[in-house]
């Protein structure tokens, strides 16, 4: 698979593929993941070094490729005060105690704090749906997209188009979800990645993985 984004950086998209999908090559990932950012029985991605290298690239390129073609990179936290209660990939099911990986990350805040658009976009769904209770996808433009589950509540709707920074809609436990937080992914061509290199810099990376882990979390079927 080609990386069309990752083309433009004149980075080698093939290498995020298989960074994504494991040693094995046979692997793939459904779109819809549970209906909440899970697939079970995908291995472990680990850190994901080649998603880091493609945004650094991207975000020296952010402005030219904004106005040129139309591509946004997500650059920014997606809740300003962030920490994790649950990181990208393998992890055991908070419900069932079933191993499963996690699409995205769990980032944990109080009832009702801002969501923001984490690139600029165009609305996809502003819905319910399945266990990613009330959620909201963002296009970014050349198949980058980012998703936002558990909303209490969403204030923008498809079609619409927003700027990086506009809210989105506000935390809550909607859907498969055991206390208030965001659900948070970003995913190229349909398949996801780790969205800590997209959160703003390494530091806030490092910054997010010392939150609580113990806090809410969202749980598959």
């Not at 191993?99 to 990350?105: C, K, Q, V, Y």
């Not at 805040?109 to 658009?117: H, K, L, S």
């Not at 209770?133 to 509540?153: D, F, K, L, P, W």
């Not at 990645?193 to 806090?215: D, H, R, W, Y």
Request: charged residues 15%; neutral net charge; hydrophobic residues 35%.
């Amino acid at each position: 698979m080609i990386i069309a984004a990752a083309a433009v950086a004149g980075l080698t998209a093939p290498a995020a593929h298989a960074a994504n999908a494991g040693n094995d090559a046979s692997i793939t990932v459904p779109d819809e993941p549970d209906d909440d950012g899970f697939t079970a029985g995908v291995p472990s991605v680990g850190e994901n070094t080649e998603a880091r290298a493609i945004f650094q690239a991207w975000k020296r390129l952010d402005t030219g490729l904004t106005a040129n073609i139309g591509i946004a990179v997500p650059s920014r936290r997606p809740i300003e005060k962030m920490s994790l209660s649950s990181s990208y990939g393998m992890r055991v099911h908070p419900v069932t105690g079933k191993l499963a990986r996690h699409n995205g990350i769990d980032i944990p805040a109080p009832y009702g704090t801002p969501i923001y658009a984490t690139a600029d976009g165009i609305v996809g769904r502003a819905q319910r749906l399945g266990g990613y209770g009330n959620y909201v996808e963002v296009e970014h433009g050349n198949a980058i997209q980012t998703r936002y589950g558990h909303m209490s509540s969403f204030i923008v709707t498809p079609g619409q188009q927003v700027k990086k920074g506009d809210i989105l809609g506000y935390v809550g436990s909607t859907g498969r979800s055991t206390g208030n937080h965001l659900h948070y992914e970003v995913r190229i061509e349909g398949e996801p990645v780790n969205p800590m290199p997209f959160c703003q810099s390494e530091t806030m990376a490092i910054a997010a993985m010392t939150g609580n882990k113990k806090l809410a979390m969202g749980g598959p079927e």
